[in-house]
């Protein structure tokens, strides 16, 4: 089975590109190296150090004695899109190849627009990519559970049932964006959904919730790394944590911490996007899966944190700061995820078995992130102010969340 991974130089893409090459699948890439550039740009890097592509082929090559087709490329160019998809001619196209930080598309209106245009202008570019060389092909979109916000009702996956004025329907469920970036997968959403409704395309849309983790067994035995951010900019919330807590920085729930939200280990998107390739939709047919293994509060990921870092010797604080977003910080959050379930997605480690495995990986490399530990505290507001101090608010110190806020088992 042919296989072409846009974004394949990404946190995501590389462990997925090693993984479906480990199983027998004949892998192509496209990278622009936008991702290495922008963390650059921002004064950051990876804590894990990372290969160059053309090392990383190079390894893989020796290893296996396989190849993995690599074309720099840019989705913005339709013409490098579809030049992609026709040479690869695959079964199966992960889209990976987003700007993927909500802080990035919130900085000012450059990084807003940039974010929009590599992001909206990427994915039509390939969906016509798609119809012209590829119709039959199974795009697998990674979207994120982002674009639903926090109703206060239960999330579905994808659609839900009303009524309305005495008519039912099944309709798209609303989307709630809380950023620039977030609100670029819903259109995303919206030009894939009405691609496959009136070319017969078909898709699968991954709401995927926040990504943790530092290694999968493939980048364990090819002895490589695949990168590992924790700036204020693309570190997502428990890389961050684990990250603090290696070099002794306090870790930061912002504001009252009650926020919630579904969480994933790396190892297990893995899994999960080899699922949904593996198990297409029907012709025309645009699908959502919600992916994500369990829901917890940001208070609670630092409890976690704190108390893995202590089996290891690790002396973890945490501290609350302001909340640099505008979101809301106590809320109902139930999320629907029975298809990949269904499909045999089971999780490969619990919570703290990760943290252990990430907070080991990091310790080797300490000296790397304490290079950037100005970096971590949070500058980047969503009401557009230059800077938010990190000053701890006493209300989120003594907080505690509601009982109905508990973190309940998703199943």
């Given at each position: ?35 290495r ?43 490098d ?7 690869s ?33 990427g ?35 994808g ?52 990504v ?12 490589l ?6 700036d ?10 684990c ?50 293994d ?86 980047i ?12 608010t ?18």
């Amino acid at each position: 089975m042919r296989v072409l991974i846009c974004g394949i130089d990404g946190y995501i893409g590389w462990p997925l590109a090693l993984h479906l090459e480990s199983e027998g699948f004949e892998v192509y890439g496209i990278d622009n190296f936008s991702r290495r550039r922008n963390v650059r740009n921002v004064g950051a890097h990876s804590a894990l150090p990372i290969l160059s592509m053309e090392r990383r082929l190079d390894v893989v090559r020796k290893h296996s004695g396989k190849r993995i087709k690599f074309l720099h490329g840019d989705l913005r160019k339709y013409e490098d899109a579809s030049r992609a998809v026709k040479e690869s001619d695959p079964h199966a196209i992960v889209h990976l190849g987003e700007q993927p930080s909500a802080p990035f598309s919130m900085m000012n209106c450059k990084h807003a627009t940039d974010t929009q245009q590599n992001n909206v202008l990427g994915t039509l570019n390939l969906l016509f990519a798609i119809r012209d060389n590829a119709k039959d092909a199974h795009l697998v979109k990674l979207g994120t559970m982002g674009e639903y916000g926090t109703p206060n009702v239960e999330i579905p996956e994808g659609f839900f049932d009303i009524e309305y004025q005495g008519r039912r329907d099944r309709l798209p469920f609303p989307r709630q964006a809380g950023s620039f970036y977030h609100l670029s997968k819903v259109h995303d959403s919206a030009n894939i959904a009405l691609a496959c409704k009136i070319w017969g395309l078909i898709s699968t849309d991954i709401m995927q919730g926040v990504v943790y983790g530092s290694r999968t067994q493939e980048l364990a035995d090819y002895g490589l790394n695949t990168r590992f951010d924790f700036d204020q900019v693309f570190g997502t919330v428990i890389n961050r944590f684990c990250a603090q807590a290696v070099i002794g920085y306090p870790l930061t729930p912002y504001g009252y911490g009650g926020q919630r939200r579904g969480f994933i280990a790396l190892v297990d998107s893995i899994q999960c996007l080899t699922l949904a390739i593996q198990n297409p939709p029907r012709m025309g047919e645009y699908r959502v899966f919600n992916q994500l293994d369990e829901v917890y509060g940001v208070n609670e990921l630092a409890e976690h944190v704190k108390t893995v870092a202590d089996t290891m010797s690790i002396d973890v604080e945490i501290r609350p700061i302001e909340n640099p977003r505008v979101e809301a910080e106590e809320h109902f959050y139930e999320v629907a995820h029975e298809r990949l379930r269904k499909l045999g997605f089971r999780p490969t480690r619990s919570l703290d078995e990760e943290l252990g495995i990430i907070l080991g990986d990091l310790l080797k490399f300490k000296p790397r992130i304490l290079s950037k530990k100005r970096l971590i505290a949070p500058t980047i507001t969503w009401r557009g102010q230059k800077k938010v101090p990190p000053i701890i608010t006493e209300k989120a110190r003594t907080m505690e969340v509601p009982e109905q806020m508990a973190r309940s088992s998703m199943t």
